[in-house]
């Protein structure tokens, strides 16, 4: 079973734990385009609600006082209940620092869930939902019905009468266009979506079947095990205390370096560093997230510094200990555009993907960039002017309905074609003996791009984009 634990006022919590001033004032935690995102308890009373804008809030509660989102602080405060729940199970997913989900054993689901959800709400001081289902989608609804010490469990065999109700529009990933199309054929609920199913429109076809899953509690997305994060830590030890900057910098910079060298063997990046510095008095320690994933020595040598002043005790220094963690492969820019814990606004998130696609455009020009949009919707013409990766050349079986591809079959799996794109005729001019073949690029019913070939009457599936 999937445990999905909402902490929808954490973020409330700490600004009122960091400002002692707040006490007995109404105010309201905002989003970076200006929406309200989680108003405090006196503000909720007199009406202020989550999406508002800041001037339809007011007009509810004219003395609002309005809060930027901090989502590093937020974070590291969620880090608390991300270990709780880590030492009960090993798979741990964070999603946002109001949301994880923890997968669990039977026993613990059924006994232990309000208790454990209590003791991290006093852990935390906010009020924390837990909800119990099958699949990640059945367990966030369970905590959007769950109330403040109980848990709220949708059993197996169950999920319609619960999930039937939701509104489509609350669904993610349902484009506007096929919102609207539902509509009109009567289909705003997840019910209505899987009484429909295998009735629909043949282009909703793909997105009634996804509706219809969910409606019946399959989403097909299994809990990460997330957390603890994986790290690289490297650390020293002074034979006595020292003061001397330029010692303990040299330090730092021989720890940066047997980091850098790890992460550069695996091809992996850091986004976030943390110091712990020991002295005669304890230890001290800083974190932050880096402004873009790093690799290198010099980068992560300069965070360690920033970290380093942040941090340094009055006294001298006995210990250093230096941890980059959240790893992750591929390049900054990715990792970066890719974060699903740094980025987790919308807006925010928006601004990143339109910057580095207007540099990749003005670096390399217009063609350098194709959306996914662009390559479902492609012309005839346009076709034929990029690739699809996964190049297979796998030999395959296809079936033919009113002379066009209705489903191929490979090795290993089986796919229906839900529409052709396009076809059109190639010849290979530069072997021996000229040979032409038949391409069908089609659109799965999974929403994977495949090209097939046939020539002589055997198929061959040349590549293939998921």
Same mark, same amino acid.
């Given at each position: 079973?999937?445990?999905?634990?909402?902490?929808?006022?954490?973020?409330?919590?700490?600004?009122?734990?960091?400002?002692?001033?707040?006490?007995?004032?109404?105010?309201?935690?905002?989003?970076?385009?200006?929406?309200?995102?989680?108003?405090?308890?006196?503000?909720?009373?007199?009406?202020?609600?989550?999406?508002?804008?800041?001037?339809?809030?007011?007009?509810?509660?004219?003395?609002?006082?309005?809060?930027?989102?901090?989502?590093?602080?937020?974070?590291?405060?969620?880090?608390?209940?991300?270990?709780?729940?880590?030492?009960?199970?090993?798979?741990?997913?964070?999603?946002?620092?109001?949301?994880?989900?923890?997968?669990?054993?039977?026993?613990?689901?059924?006994?232990?869930?309000?208790?454990?959800?209590?003791?991290?709400?006093?852990?935390?001081?906010?009020?924390?939902?837990?909800?119990?289902?099958?699949?990640?989608?059945?367990?966030?609804?369970?905590?959007?019905?769950?109330?403040?010490?109980?848990?709220?469990?949708?059993?197996?065999?169950?999920?319609?009468?619960?999930?039937?109700?939701?509104?489509?529009?609350?669904?993610?990933?349902?484009?506007?266009?096929?919102?609207?199309?539902?509509?009109?054929?009567?289909?705003?609920?997840?019910?209505?979506?899987?009484?429909?199913?295998?009735?629909?429109?043949?282009?909703?076809?793909?997105?009634?079947?996804?509706?219809?899953?969910?409606?019946?509690?399959?989403?097909?997305?299994?809990?990460?095990?997330?957390?603890?994060?994986?790290?690289?830590?490297?650390?020293?030890?002074?034979?006595?205390?020292?003061?001397?900057?330029?010692?303990?910098?040299?330090?730092?910079?021989?720890?940066?370096?047997?980091?850098?060298?790890?992460?550069?063997?695996?091809?992996?990046?850091?986004?976030?560093?943390?110091?712990?510095?020991?002295?005669?008095?304890?230890?001290?320690?800083?974190?932050?997230?880096?402004?873009?994933?790093?690799?290198?020595?010099?980068?992560?040598?300069? #965070? !360690?510094?920033?970290?380093? @002043? =942040?941090? $340094?005790?009055? %006294?001298?220094? *006995? +210990?250093?200990?230096?941890?980059?963690?959240?790893?992750?492969?591929?390049?900054?820019?990715?990792?970066?555009?890719?974060?699903?814990? #740094? !980025?987790?606004?919308?807006? @925010? =998130?928006? $601004?990143?993907? %339109?910057?580095? *696609? +207007?540099?990749?455009?003005?670096?390399?020009?217009?063609?350098?960039?194709?959306?996914?949009?662009?390559?479902?919707?492609?012309?005839?013409? !346009?076709?034929?002017?990029?690739?699809?990766?996964?190049?297979?050349?796998?030999?395959?079986?296809?079936?033919?309905?009113?002379?066009?591809?209705?489903?191929?079959?490979?090795?290993?799996?089986?796919?229906?074609?839900?529409?052709?794109?396009?076809?059109?005729?190639?010849?290979?001019?530069?072997?021996?003996?000229?040979?032409?073949?038949?391409?069908?690029?089609?659109?799965?019913?999974?929403?994977?791009?495949?090209?097939?070939?046939?020539?002589?009457?055997?198929?061959?599936?040349?590549?293939?984009?998921?």
């Amino acid at each position: 079973m999937i445990v999905c634990f909402s902490v929808p006022a954490l973020g409330v919590a700490c600004e009122q734990a960091r400002r002692p001033d707040l006490a007995g004032v109404p105010f309201a935690l905002i989003t970076d385009d200006g929406a309200i995102f989680a108003p405090s308890q006196l503000a909720a009373v007199r009406g202020v609600r989550p999406g508002q804008s800041i001037s339809a809030a007011r007009t509810f509660c004219p003395a609002l006082v309005t809060l930027p989102y901090d989502h590093a602080a937020y974070q590291n405060r969620a880090r608390l209940l991300w270990d709780i729940a880590a030492a009960e199970s090993s798979t741990v997913e964070p999603v946002t620092p109001e949301l994880f989900f923890l997968l669990a054993g039977r026993t613990f689901v059924l006994n232990d869930v309000s208790a454990f959800a209590d003791a991290m709400a006093a852990a935390i001081g906010a009020p924390v939902l837990a909800g119990i289902g099958a699949s990640k989608f059945s367990a966030r609804r369970a905590a959007m019905l769950a109330r403040p010490g109980e848990s709220f469990t949708i059993a197996a065999g169950d999920e319609l009468a619960h999930l039937g109700r939701v509104p489509i529009a609350e669904v993610a990933g349902v484009d506007a266009k096929s919102r609207a199309r539902l509509e009109k054929l009567g289909v705003r609920t997840l019910g209505q979506a899987a009484a429909h199913n295998g009735k629909m429109p043949k282009d909703l076809r793909i997105v009634g079947g996804r509706l219809a899953a969910l409606a019946m509690g399959r989403d097909g997305d299994r809990v990460r095990a997330a957390w603890p994060e994986r790290s690289e830590e490297a650390n020293t030890a002074f034979e006595d205390e020292t003061e001397y900057l330029p010692l303990i910098d040299a330090a730092l910079l021989r720890l940066s370096e047997k980091i850098a060298a790890k992460l550069q063997s695996r091809h992996e990046y850091c986004r976030t560093l943390s110091i712990q510095v020991g002295h005669a008095r304890g230890v001290a320690d800083c974190w932050e997230r880096l402004i873009l994933p790093a690799s290198d020595a010099a980068s992560i040598h300069r #965070g !360690a510094r920033r970290l380093l @002043e =942040r941090g $340094r005790p009055a %006294a001298g220094v *006995l +210990t250093l200990r230096l941890v980059a963690g959240e790893l992750g492969s591929g390049s900054g820019l990715q990792l970066s555009l890719l974060d699903e814990y #740094g !980025a987790v606004m919308p807006a @925010e =998130r928006d $601004r990143k993907t %339109a910057a580095a *696609l +207007t540099y990749i455009r003005e670096r390399w020009g217009g063609g350098a960039v194709i959306t996914a949009e662009a390559m479902y919707e492609a012309t005839k013409r !346009a076709l034929r002017t990029y690739p699809l990766g996964h190049q297979s050349r796998e030999a395959v079986e296809v079936r033919l309905q009113d002379g066009t591809p209705a489903a191929f079959t490979g090795k290993k799996t089986r796919h229906t074609v839900a529409r052709v794109q396009n076809s059109w005729r190639e010849t290979d001019v530069f072997a021996e003996t000229p040979s032409e073949r038949q391409v069908w690029r089609v659109q799965t019913a999974a929403g994977a791009l495949a090209e097939l070939h046939e020539a002589g009457g055997a198929w061959t599936l040349h590549a293939m984009a998921d």
